[in-house]
């Protein structure tokens, strides 16, 4: 069974900093590509970003609001994907949910999702 | 970014009543579509790629649709379908989702 379990969440205060977990488990997680997707009441769904598998680069990718700010990172020896979130806005309130990003004849999809974390950005 | 939405935002409906969530691209995305569903207080969850339902999905739930207006139908409204569903394209980076259609229990 496929499991993805975040942790790290909380509250900082506007310019802080935190980093997100994945524990990921049930999967061979090194082959994989995993996303990061936010959820707030006001803008519902966000792609955050994107790690491709070594195997394909490592390479990452940001959304326009994040970019420069985020980054994402994995250890395949622990099988734990992480989100660095530096220079913290209000507006980056949000669940963070980390996915497992699949592709399929051209079509990449969140094929399953943790329990999401919670990141509150206020003073 | 293409943008994606959904119509109604939400619905009221009856167990077995028929529902159809409608989704519009902005530019057209092929078949490059997926639907979630999402539960109160959990993750969403994938139920429909193309025209390929995920597996375990009920097959009361059907997907068409192509270029820029999408449709999923849930054929008989089940008490356990009472939640919000997403849409979501993959033909343009980033990958953006729908507002969401909340259904309801009239």
């Known amino acids: 069974e496929v499991q993805l379990v975040e942790s790290g969440g909380g509250l900082v205060k506007p310019g802080g900093s935190l980093r997100l977990s994945c524990a990921a488990s049930?999967?061979?997680?090194?082959?994989?590509?995993m996303s990061w997707v936010r959820q707030t009441p006001g803008k519902g769904l966000e792609w955050v970003g994107r790690?491709?598998?070594?195997?394909?680069?490592?390479?990452?990718d940001y959304a326009a609001p994040v970019e420069g700010r985020f980054t994402i990172s994995r250890d395949d020896s622990k099988n734990t994907l992480y989100l660095q979130m530096d220079s913290l806005k209000t507006e980056d309130t949000a669940v963070y949910y980390c996915?497992?990003?699949?592709?399929?004849?051209?079509?990449?999809?969140?094929?399953?999702w943790g329990q999401g974390t919670l990141l509150t950005v206020s003073s | 970014d293409i943008q994606m939405t959904q119509s109604p935002p939400s619905v009221s409906a009856s167990i077995g009543d028929r529902v159809t969530i409608t989704c519009r691209a902005s530019?057209?995305?092929?078949?490059?579509l997926a639907w979630y569903q999402q539960k109160s207080g959990k993750a969403p969850v994938l139920i429909y790629v193309?025209?390929s339902l995920q597996s375990g999905v009920p097959s009361r739930f059907s997907g068409s649709g192509s270029g820029t207006d999408f449709t999923l139908t849930i054929s008989s409204l089940q008490p356990e379908d009472f939640a919000t569903y997403y849409c979501?394209?993959?033909?343009?980076?980033?990958?953006?989702f729908g507002q969401g259609t909340k259904v309801e229990i009239k």
């Open positions: 979501q394209q993959s033909e343009s980076f980033p990958q953006t």
């Open positions: 193309a025209s």
């Open positions: 530019q057209g995305i092929g078949d490059r």
């Open positions: 049930g999967f061979t997680f090194i082959d994989a590509w």
């Open positions: 996915t497992w990003l699949r592709s399929h004849a051209g079509r990449n999809f969140f094929d399953n």
């Open positions: 790690i491709k598998s070594k195997v394909n680069g490592g390479t990452t």
